[in-house]
């Protein structure tokens, strides 16, 4: 299997910092960074993409509500076209550091609640392919497999790489389990590590309960704001190796 894997990248801002950026660059293949609405700022953004470049990391836009105080993880209602406009803004501002800094924005992931409603919500996943499409109809959508919005975009004619996690439980629905509830969060290496290799060995989804959801995948997403997120991306990334999977930037999956 060629797979790729993702984190969540740049969330730092300030002087306050999360995660371990220039340490997982040498891991995962492809970097979704925040574009300044649920995390990060402009220096942060541009030394992200340019870790990300002379690592040869391919980069994408992850754009959130507008929520710095909780870091885009509260739900929130916006009108279609104001929505549309928050997503445009992030993207140019991503698109427009990366091109600065002598690489390219390929793809587009939605954050945290935004992506979750989306995953529940048909209309709201449609304003969000519309977006992308509109910024920039060759940008790769990253988005959960199984959701309204893998298949907004599908039906919007954009490339779709459809996402699992590495480090989050799935409900019956395909779901992920709600941040509230106990399980939802897998915080150690060898749990993250027996979650992936189950659901590439299921080839889909597995729900708390064993449930078997069968769907393709193409990434792999590694959160990177825990504590142990690059010890878990390390694990994560020798065991795929080890059984002969093949690790690969998102633009190189598509091409050809």
């Known amino acids: 299997m060629q797979i790729n894997l993702n984190a969540d990248l740049g969330e730092s801002f300030?002087?306050?910092?999360?995660?371990?950026?220039?340490?997982?660059?040498?891991?995962?293949?492809?970097?979704?960074?925040?574009?300044?609405?649920?995390?990060?700022?402009?220096?942060?953004?541009?030394?992200?993409?340019?870790?990300?470049?002379?690592?040869g990391v391919s980069i994408?836009?992850?754009?959130?509500?507008?929520?710095?105080?909780?870091?885009?993880?509260?739900?929130?209602?916006l009108p279609p076209a104001e929505l549309e406009a928050v997503l445009l803004y992030q993207m140019a501002a991503l698109s427009g550091v990366a091109a600065a800094a002598g690489h390219r924005m390929t793809h587009v992931k939605v954050h945290g609640a935004l992506s979750n409603m989306a995953c529940a919500d048909r209309t709201l996943s449609e304003v969000i392919?519309?977006?992308?499409?509109?910024?920039?109809?060759?940008?790769?959508?990253?988005?959960?497999?199984?959701?309204?919005?893998?298949?907004?975009?599908?039906?919007?004619?954009?490339?779709?790489?459809?996402?699992?996690?590495?480090?989050?439980?799935?409900?019956?629905?395909?779901?992920?389990?709600?941040?509230?509830l106990p399980g939802s969060v897998?915080?150690?290496?060898?749990?993250?590590?027996?979650?992936?290799?189950?659901?590439?060995?299921?080839?889909?989804?597995?729900?708390?309960?064993?449930?078997?959801?069968?769907?393709?995948?193409h990434s792999i997403c590694l959160h990177g704001d825990g504590p142990e997120a690059v010890a878990s991306a390390r694990a994560i990334r020798a065991a795929l190796l080890e059984r002969g999977h093949t690790l690969a930037a998102l633009p190189d999956l598509f091409r050809g």
């Open 14 to 55: 300030g002087p306050w910092a999360m995660g371990d950026d220039p340490a997982l660059l040498e891991i995962v293949n492809s970097a979704n960074v925040a574009c300044g609405f649920h995390a990060g700022d402009p220096l942060v953004m541009l030394r992200t993409v340019e870790l990300a470049r002379d690592r």
């Open 60 to 77: 994408g836009a992850h754009p959130g509500f507008p929520d710095l105080q909780g870091f885009g993880r509260r739900p929130m209602t």
């Open 129 to 180: 392919s519309r977006s992308i499409k509109r910024f920039d109809p060759s940008l790769i959508l990253l988005a959960p497999a199984l959701s309204p919005l893998a298949a907004a975009g599908v039906d919007d004619g954009l490339t779709v790489a459809l996402e699992v996690f590495a480090d989050r439980t799935y409900q019956e629905d395909g779901q992920l389990t709600p941040r509230k």
């Open 186 to 217: 897998l915080h150690h290496p060898e749990e993250c590590v027996a979650h992936v290799l189950k659901l590439v060995e299921a080839g889909g989804i597995v729900t708390t309960s064993g449930t078997v959801l069968p769907c393709a995948f």
